[in-house]
RNA sequence: GCGGAUGUAGUUCAAUGGUAGAACCUCAGCUUCCCAAGCUGAUGACGGGAGUUCGAUUCUCCUCAUCCGCUCCA
């Protein structure tokens, strides 16, 4: 069977992930929990490297944003206010006959004539099936209708020359048992929570109940007052949380994009209500260029702007930025105009005033909500698929793959790897010292082990961006060669002027 | 949660109803070694549980995990 090309990379990836330490299944030993992963030496780097880059841009380098840090549990009556205990427990049913979910709430009732069958039996093999059924039939519709669908059902599981048996009727009110498209039978509703519970206290009972946020953005919404009271900030600011979030996710899929424990970067940036298109436009284009400005190629980005089907109740404009992922376009960033809905949740639940009061035009609002969420654990995904390169660079007769992250220095692990040419110790005693005057500064790796050529791919195969090699002559011209990840490119260089020259290529 | 596929060293694969081989990786030794060099040696696996059987990695069932589709989202 042959495996589709985009698999194949994210299967090398994976595979990669594991080889080098950058991702492990959680719990591995134990035959791995469905939606959890590990971050292993170099994962635990890259994701750091990944949260810092973003809190640096949306916090530190502006003066118009802080910093929050909230408890992962909070008190449940947030998730109230905020709508995620209704939204994200809602009970739903299948469509026994096409398996389409339902979310019971949203049944439209139907009336008519529900045909029972109690089973069926085929008449070539003389099978019998006693799985009930039902199929509900709008009036004026032949009853011949309700049995061909009858007969699809037992066919699906298996008979082919159906015989329904124990056929009986019923007048049916307003009931939401049934698919409104084919009249099908729906499963029992099943309570469907998108939240984590757990109790707090040892006493587990209702009244303990709470849960593990499925987001951040609710501290600081919850958080509001005392940030904008303490920081002195004045509207329009923002303010910046990165954190855990957990989600009962229906199907954690594709590595570690979509996980019941995950990781978000969110910002709240909260404005003057006629000032919101504007700034989300701003967002939008801001959060875009940070993407590009790390190291993702444009053409493997783009900005998707919500179908007005696809919005919240609670937002006027939602844009995803989007990333070309092996199995097609999917988001990394929601940027939201939540307008002044959660705040005013939150005042309504908590009876507290969450509005702003501008002195200079003497006015009093809630403030209108610009929200771009981007998730850190999948952008990681991004930026490791994004940098993930095969590179032919054997001598005609002979193949040669080079396997290369080429990640932004940034976010690439090591930043320098120190190489001494020979494990003779007569080399040692310089390249530690190489080693100590680089790692001051940058994160260092030092490798001593087998060939000089398989240490510089190793190397590429973790996206260090530069390697630092010590030789003999070093020890006489106090000189090592820098050789570049993406060129292979090498240049010698006076340990005098090495720090300076790694700076330059690193950027930073 | 539903349907389909898969599960053997760290990774990628092979073989077998009589307890498993390789390549790469990793580690140690030799080698003044700048692009996966060579030689020697070493570690290391049948996802888990139950059943059938004299005997199961192989057959059956259950379970767990991964991949694909449905669904959903940061």
């Known amino acids: 069977m042959a495996v589709p090309k985009e698999n194949e990379v994210m299967e090398k990836l994976v595979s990669l992930c594991k080889r080098r330490g950058f991702v492990f299944q959680s719990s591995d030993i134990y035959g791995g929990i469905n939606g959890f992963w590990d971050y292993g030496p170099l994962g635990a780097e890259l994701k750091r ?89 709008p009036p004026g519709k032949p009853p011949e209708s309700a049995r061909r669908t009858a007969a699809q059902f037992y066919a699906a599981r298996g008979l082919s020359n159906v015989e329904l048996q124990g056929e009986r009727t019923e007048k049916v009110e307003n009931s939401t048992r049934f698919n409104p498209e084919n009249g099908s039978l ?22 303990a109940i709470a849960y593990l946020r499925p987001e951040t953005a609710q501290a600081i919404f919850a958080q ?56 989300y436009e701003y967002w939008c284009n801001e959060r875009l260029d ?53 705040l005013k949740q939150h005042s309504q639940h908590s009876g507290e005033r969450l509005d702003y009061f501008d002195q200079p035009n003497n006015e009093r609002y809630v403030p209108y909500v610009i929200e771009p969420a981007a998730g850190a654990t999948r952008t990681m995904a991004a930026f490791l698929l994004a940098a993930y390169d095969e590179e032919e660079v054997g001598d005609g007769d002979k193949s040669d793959i080079r396997t290369v992250l080429r990640l932004h220095p940034r976010l690439a692990p090591y930043k320098v790897a120190v190489l001494p040419l020979s494990k003779k110790d007569t080399l040692t005693p310089l390249a530690h010292e190489v080693r100590r005057m680089v790692g001051d500064r940058y994160m260092v790796d030092y490798d001593e082990t087998q060939s000089i050529g398989k240490r510089y791919r190793r190397q590429d195969e973790i996206g260090t961006p530069l390697c630092i090699t010590v030789d003999f002559d070093s020890l006489d011209d106090n000189a090592v060669t820098v050789r570049e990840r993406d060129t292979m490119e090498q240049v010698r260089v006076p340990i005098a002027e090495l720090m300076p020259l790694l700076t330059e290529k690193l950027g930073f």
Not at 186 to 207: A, I, Q
């Open 290 to 342: 940070w993407y590009v400005r790390h190291g993702i190629p444009t053409d493997l980005l783009r900005i998707r702007a919500h179908d007005d089907d696809e919005l919240s109740h609670y937002s006027t404009g939602t844009s995803d930025v989007e990333f070309m992922f092996p199995w097609g376009w999917d988001e990394l960033e929601g940027i939201a105009q939540r307008t002044d809905y959660d």
């Open 186 to 207: 729906l499963t029992e509703p099943r309570p469907f929570n998108l939240m984590f519970k757990t109790y707090v206290g040892p006493v587990g009972d209702e009244s």
């Open 49 to 137: 490297n990944v949260k810092e880059c973003w809190w640096t841009t949306m916090t530190r380098l502006r003066e118009d944003v802080v910093g929050l840090d909230a408890t992962i549990i909070m008190h449940p009556r947030i998730w109230q206010a905020s709508g995620h205990v209704d939204t994200f427990s809602d009970p739903m049913c299948d469509c026994l006959l096409t398996r389409k979910r339902f979310r019971a709430d949203q049944i439209e009732p139907q009336s008519g004539l529900a045909y029972h069958f109690s089973g069926a039996r085929d008449t070539a093999t003389g099978r019998t099936l006693t799985d009930a059924y039902a199929v509900l039939l």
């Open 224 to 279: 509001f007052k005392n940030v904008l009271e303490t920081s002195r900030q004045k509207v329009p600011f923002g303010i910046a949380q990165v954190g855990k979030a957990f989600r009962n996710e229906v199907t954690p899929r594709n590595f570690t994009f979509r996980t019941r424990e995950f990781e978000q970067m969110e910002l709240e940036f909260f404005v003057p209500p006629a000032e919101g298109p504007q700034w």
